[in-house]
């Protein structure tokens, strides 16, 4: 949060602010909070919108069907079909808005980082994701003048 307050690129930004509908998995349709909004003020003077979503790696892709008889198996099973229908409703309310869906794992965050969100972002896990390298140089571009 902190590197959002601090960044005179980033215009506004709130947390777990928007709210998203959506049908789960279940066929009941539920609210869906993304961890992030940000407005961005880009080098050229653009103002681009995003909502970002912060979540391990691991909750990004489909569980691995080796043991599928297993508890395990089946909530991560469960969490992976909850995340993509939060992340495909969150996709069309991004389209309709004009405004930009972001997924941030540790790949693009340090493990610890997971922790505290978008606020403790790395330099050198930026060249990772083309998207979040292209967020993290526009928010960080008016520090860099």
């Known amino acids: 949060m902190v590197f959002c307050d601090n ?3 980033i215009l506004q930004w ?3 602010e928007i709210i998203i509908p959506y ?3 279940d066929g009941k349709v539920r609210r869906y909070f993304p961890d992030f909004y940000i407005k961005v003020r ?3 003077g653009k103002l681009t919108k995003y909502i970002i979503e912060v979540k391990p790696k691991k909750q ?4 691995n069907d080796k043991n599928k008889k297993t508890a395990a198996y089946r909530n991560a099973a469960l969490t992976y079909a909850k995340n993509q229908t939060k ?3 969150a996709r069309e309310y991004c389209e309709d808005r004009q405004m930009n869906f972001l997924i941030l794992t540790e790949d693009q965050l340090g493990v610890w980082q997971l922790a505290t969100g978008f606020a403790a972002v790395q330099r050198n896990n ?3 994701d083309p998207g979040y390298k292209t967020l993290f140089e526009r928010v960080t571009a008016a ?3």
């Open 7 to 9: 960044n005179p690129s």
């Open 14 to 16: 709130g947390s777990e």
């Open 23 to 25: 049908r789960a998995p």
């Open 42 to 44: 880009e080098k050229s």
């Open 60 to 63: 990004t892709q489909p569980p």
């Open 87 to 89: 992340w495909s409703a």
């Open 126 to 128: 930026v060249n990772k």
């Open 143 to 145: 520090q860099e003048r």
